[in-house]
């Protein structure tokens, strides 16, 4: 589809939209199709009204600038008052916030500590859709005092230190129920106008946002999962901005100086969780050996054309220096996997090419998911570096939550991801939300008692020094159990059609939309 058409519709959609507005409040929502941009992205809402408090579509709508958190992460990582004027640690189970003042929703009712207080309830509701088990765990609130209009507190069950910081993540934002003509109502700089699942997600600025009327005048977000066929769309003029371009196509854009081109760390992490509970990688020398035969290094250049990555040896990339365990390694080893393979009898006894254990041979099945280009690349490099120890490797691409299924079956042994480790900020969220023996993402079957302790110490640990030392075992735990191979960190790379401004890349990918980003008419 054509961005004129793209924005024709989207024009109709403002008018409609503007046209059903009733009631005594008077908002003002200036347009123009001039002010409009298209921007690529690799995945869509997961619904026509997708409630950012749910799943994936927060990222998205956080993104989008449609909804906001009490506390966000600037672009250091470090926290910041965001929809919060302040907030303090009053005991190590209460946190007390006062709101910003002059805060709007985008229906022009007043941000209020007790809408706060409706917004959050509706996490534990599991009739409504912005139902959200895995942020409920995180969070684990045990109540919300009102103190008054502005002011609030937040009480949990047990210590938890990452509590404030899971506030950043983009779930945890403040929505107010919806209607017919405002079916998502946040206080961002833009206005969800309207969503088609997994395709567009459409939006109109906010005049009356409290951090400045935007210069935009609204974003039409499309789901492109091929990175090719994202490209494509920017040299045809259908979009304006890929955010995730291609890396071997950005490498050949760098090397002519050509494009409008975007680069940041993040800290993504491209791995491998592994059913360690049942199958062939519930034996551990096998896991080693499989992270000891990935050269790291020809995956970041075959996968990202040399561009955009750093080979993983822990969870956490170098650039986090306040949590990353830099005395753990994870170098590319064959000789010494081969070793391991053969001390631990894992051989091929008939002469096919084909390890074997317990007399089968050893099939490990290897999935993943497009919307990420340098996935599939990854998967194929690791299949023929596995061939290399004698491992049947096949290998397919699947829908994230089925491969998630899959893997919780036993049907398939690995699953390629790619997650961003701490998007906010706080080591906690990525172990706990993959690797403890209760957590929801944890389709290891993956179950260490010594690492939950961990876990839940870590979480009741305040001194950050003394959480260091926690979270450096627990990465060495991670280190030598392998429920999961990291591979390697991510800088995402973004291209532009030479009109973009005021977009940055964001560490943790979860900001986009501001009131500065802006396109040249």
């Given at each position: 589809?054509?961005?004129?058409s ?16 009733v009631?005594?409040?008077s908002i ?9 941009i ?17 799943r994936?579509?927060?990222w998205l ?28 640690n ?16 985008h229906?022009g009712?007043p ?21 959200n088990?895995?942020l409920?765990?995180?969070?684990n ?8 209009e ?22 945890a ?15 961002g ?11 567009n997600y ?23 999962s091929?990175a090719?066929?994202a490209?494509?769309a920017?040299r ?8 995730n371009y ?6 050949a854009l ?6 409008q081109r975007?680069e ?5 992490l491209?791995?491998y ?6 199958g ?8 080693q ?19 955009g990555?750093d ?6 990339p ?16 064959i ?6 393979l ?7 006894t008939?002469?096919?090419?084909i ?5 089968e041979?050893?099939v ?9 280009p ?13 061939s ?20 919780k ?11 961003g480790?701490a998007?906010?900020?706080?080591p906690?969220?990525?172990p706990s ?40 075992e ?5 280190a ?5 191979i990291?591979?390697f960190h ?10 973009v401004k005021?977009?940055r890349?964001?560490?943790?990918e ?6 500065e ?5």
């Amino acid at each position: 589809m054509k961005k004129r058409s793209l924005r024709a519709i989207l024009a109709s959609g403002f008018i409609a939209f503007a046209a059903g507005m009733v009631g005594p409040v008077s908002i003002n929502f200036a347009y123009s199709q001039e002010k409009v941009i298209t921007i690529a992205v690799p995945f869509g809402p997961k619904s026509s009204v997708p409630d950012p408090r749910a799943r994936q579509n927060g990222w998205l709508s956080n993104r989008a600038g449609v909804s906001e958190t009490l506390v966000g992460l600037d672009y250091e990582m470090k926290m910041f008052p965001r929809l919060a004027e302040s907030y303090r640690n009053i005991s190590p189970t209460q946190w007390e916030f006062t709101l910003r003042e002059n805060v709007k929703f985008h229906d022009g009712s007043p941000l209020t500590s007790e809408l706060v207080k409706d917004s959050f309830q509706k996490l534990n509701d599991k009739d409504h859709a912005a139902y959200n088990p895995r942020l409920i765990k995180l969070l684990n609130i045990k109540e919300i005092t009102i103190k008054d209009e502005r002011t609030f507190v937040f009480e949990t069950n047990e210590p938890n230190s990452a509590f404030i910081w899971s506030l950043t993540e983009p779930t945890a934002s403040v929505i107010k129920e919806g209607t017919e003509k405002l079916p998502i109502i946040g206080t961002g700089p833009f206005v969800f106008v309207s969503a088609e699942a997994e395709k567009n997600y459409h939006t109109k600025a906010f005049a009356d946002y409290w951090g400045g009327k935007p210069k935009l005048d609204g974003i039409v977000m499309d789901a492109i999962s091929d990175a090719s066929v994202a490209a494509l769309a920017l040299r045809a003029g259908d979009v304006d901005l890929v955010t995730n371009y291609s890396e071997p196509d950005f490498a050949a854009l760098e090397k002519s100086n050509q494009g409008q081109r975007f680069e940041g760390a993040t800290t993504r992490l491209f791995f491998y969780q592994l059913r360690t509970a049942d199958g062939p990688l519930a034996n551990k020398e096998l896991r080693q050996a499989i992270s000891l035969g990935l050269d790291r290094g020809l995956i970041v250049e075959a996968a990202l054309a040399g561009v955009g990555g750093d080979p993983a040896h822990s969870i956490f990339p170098v650039t986090m220096k306040s949590w990353v365990n830099k005395a753990i390694e994870a170098p590319y080893d064959i000789s010494k996997a081969l070793e391991i393979l053969d001390n631990a009898g894992l051989k091929d006894t008939n002469d096919d090419g084909i390890r074997e254990i317990d007399g089968e041979n050893i099939v490990l099945k290897l999935r993943s998911y497009e919307g990420r280009p340098a996935l599939k690349p990854t998967l194929e490099v690791t299949q023929a570096l596995l061939s290399k120890l004698g491992l049947k490797v096949e290998i397919s691409m699947g829908e994230y939550q089925a491969n998630n299924d899959a893997l919780k079956l036993g049907e398939i042994q690995m699953h390629l991801q790619a997650w961003g480790t701490a998007p906010q900020g706080d080591p906690d969220y990525f172990p706990s939300t993959l690797l403890d023996s209760k957590a929801g993402y944890n389709f290891s079957g993956y179950n260490n008692p010594k690492l939950d302790v961990l876990l839940e110490k870590g979480r009741g640990e305040f001194d950050p020094v003394k959480r260091k030392v926690i979270y450096d075992e627990i990465q060495e735990i991670i280190a030598e159990d392998l429920p999961l191979i990291p591979v390697f960190h991510k800088t995402q790379v973004s291209v532009g059609n030479g009109k973009v401004k005021g977009y940055r890349i964001h560490p943790a990918e979860t900001y986009l939309a501001s009131p500065e980003l802006d396109i040249e008419g």
